[in-house]
């Protein structure tokens, strides 16, 4: 079936890759976005992380942990930057039929002057360091095939760790994705990675074919700074 226009190609026609003109406003946009996202979480533990125990609010862990971080990534945000972080967004470039429903997005930075033009973030749960099989299907069958992030050289992968310990989970991702993963020069007190990528760009698109990757492991139970000084129940 025939794809028609949706409301967003129909205003934005020009979709530019989100790094050019994110640089328009600084050229450090992905860390400065991504270190939005380490202080969002830095205050998700403190508010809450280590006020509760884990193991008893296991019930939609993923999706709450993202609708509880989503506003402190935002809150952490001047309100100058060219574009705002929401939680849920469609991706309709990549749809299929009209029928189908198109990807959706945990989290994205979207670009206020084009919204067409995201910068995703994708979150999984991982419930032991090894169990990072549907974390590395994400990157292989959505991210390096140009499904997600069409518009975007960058995206991101945040691993929610139950238990264990980082590293080990960061070999694992390695072995996975058969990739090798590098410290973030920017991050160095952050459990924070990236790896490089060749993207399958589909025929008659202009998408970026080289791709950068983040990795950010979000310990759910490690003693972190703001837990030093045990919070009981109220």
């Given at each position: 079936?025939r794809r028609?226009?949706?409301?967003?190609?129909?205003?934005?026609?020009?979709?530019?890759?989100?790094?050019?003109?994110?640089?328009?406003w600084?050229?450090?946009?992905s860390?400065?976005?991504?270190?939005?996202?380490?202080?969002?979480?830095?205050?998700?533990?403190?508010?809450?992380l280590?006020?509760?125990?884990?193991?008893l609010?296991?019930?939609?862990?993923?999706?709450?942990?993202?609708?509880?971080?989503?506003?402190?990534?935002?809150?952490c945000?001047?309100?100058?930057?060219?574009?705002?972080i929401?939680?849920g967004?469609?991706?309709?470039?990549?749809?299929?039929?009209?029928?189908?429903?198109?990807p959706?997005?945990?989290?994205?930075?979207?670009?206020?002057?084009?919204p067409?033009?995201?910068?995703p973030?994708e979150?999984?749960?991982?419930?032991?360091?090894?169990?990072?099989?549907?974390?590395?299907?994400e990157?292989?069958?959505?991210f390096?095939?140009?499904?997600?992030?069409?518009?975007?050289?960058?995206?991101?992968?945040?691993g929610?760790?139950?238990?264990?310990?980082?590293?080990?989970v960061f070999?694992?991702?390695?072995?996975?994705?058969?990739?090798?993963?590098?410290?973030?020069?920017?991050?160095?007190?952050?459990?924070?990675?990236?790896?490089?990528?060749?993207?399958?760009?589909?025929?008659?698109?202009?998408?970026?074919?080289?791709?950068?990757?983040?990795?950010?492991?979000m310990?759910?139970?490690?003693?972190?700074?703001?837990?030093r000084?045990?919070?009981?129940?109220?």
């Amino acid at each position: 079936m025939r794809r028609r226009l949706t409301i967003g190609e129909e205003r934005w026609p020009e979709t530019p890759e989100f790094s050019a003109v994110a640089a328009r406003w600084n050229r450090n946009a992905s860390t400065i976005m991504l270190g939005f996202v380490w202080r969002g979480y830095e205050r998700f533990c403190a508010d809450l992380l280590c006020k509760i125990d884990v193991a008893l609010a296991d019930e939609q862990l993923e999706r709450s942990i993202t609708q509880f971080l989503t506003p402190r990534i935002r809150g952490c945000m001047t309100s100058f930057e060219p574009f705002d972080i929401e939680q849920g967004v469609y991706e309709f470039e990549t749809r299929l039929a009209a029928s189908a429903q198109p990807p959706l997005y945990d989290l994205a930075f979207v670009l206020t002057s084009n919204p067409r033009i995201m910068w995703p973030l994708e979150a999984k749960v991982l419930r032991t360091e090894g169990g990072v099989g549907q974390y590395a299907k994400e990157v292989s069958e959505n991210f390096l095939t140009c499904r997600y992030a069409p518009f975007s050289a960058e995206g991101a992968m945040i691993g929610y760790l139950v238990a264990g310990d980082p590293v080990n989970v960061f070999a694992n991702i390695e072995m996975k994705v058969c990739c090798t993963l590098e410290h973030h020069p920017d991050f160095p007190n952050h459990n924070h990675k990236t790896s490089f990528h060749e993207r399958s760009v589909p025929a008659g698109k202009r998408y970026p074919a080289s791709f950068r990757c983040h990795h950010l492991i979000m310990p759910l139970k490690q003693q972190q700074p703001c837990c030093r000084e045990s919070v009981g129940r109220t």
